[in-house]
Each structure stands twice: as C-alpha cells, then as structure tokens.
C-alpha cells in the first residue's frame, strides 16, 4: 500500500487558480473510474494552505495519477506560482482504519 500526504502554501492570489487546476485534476481521476485510487485535497482555515492525501493499493495504481496531463499542469503551474512554502511530501503507513480501505 501506498500512503502519501502533501502539503504546500499558496499566495493569496494563486488560490482559485489552484483550486481550478485541483478540480480538473479530481475530473480526470472520477473519468478513470478507478475505485483503487483514494485521492483528496482539502484548504485549511487560513484559506491558503493546502493537503493532498492519497491512497492507493500498490505503485502501479499510484502511477495513474502521474499519467495525467491535468496533474502535470497542476504540478507546474502550482511551481510556477512560487508558493510560500513549497510542496512537502510525506510517505506514511497505514496503523488502523475504522473502514474498508479498498475491496
């Protein structure tokens, strides 16, 4: 299984734009219609902070996501916008769930 958690904050003027390029992102990955692909993005209160937080069964599953041209399109114009504090991955395990993963 692989678990990861991004996190990132905008400038204040690059958040809808970075919403949009989200929503495109989440319109391709329903497209897919891959239930294996757990994939969520989420604004904090600050209304400029960001997380990512992806799940997905195996590395294969995973690559999906980096196949999409909306995801690279996110990806360089969310580098190009020259975030406060730059995207920070972090690869975590699962300890417990109170729900089925994946079926």
Do not use: C, W
């Not at 391709?28 to 904090?44: E, F, G, I, M």
């Not at 996110?74 to 995207?87: D, M, T, Y």
């Amino acid at each position: 299984m692989k678990i990861v958690r991004v996190t990132y904050t905008v400038r204040p003027e690059y958040v809808e734009q970075n919403k949009a390029n989200i929503e495109q992102v989440m319109n391709d990955l329903r497209a897919l219609n891959n239930p294996n692909t757990k994939y969520a993005s989420y604004l904090a209160e600050d209304g400029v902070s960001f997380m990512h937080f992806a799940q997905y069964p195996d590395e294969e599953t995973a690559q999906l996501l980096n196949e999409l041209p909306s995801f690279a399109k996110f990806r360089q114009e969310l580098k190009a916008s020259n975030p406060v504090s730059p995207p920070q991955s972090n690869h975590m395990t699962l300890v417990g769930a109170a729900f089925d993963l994946f079926n």
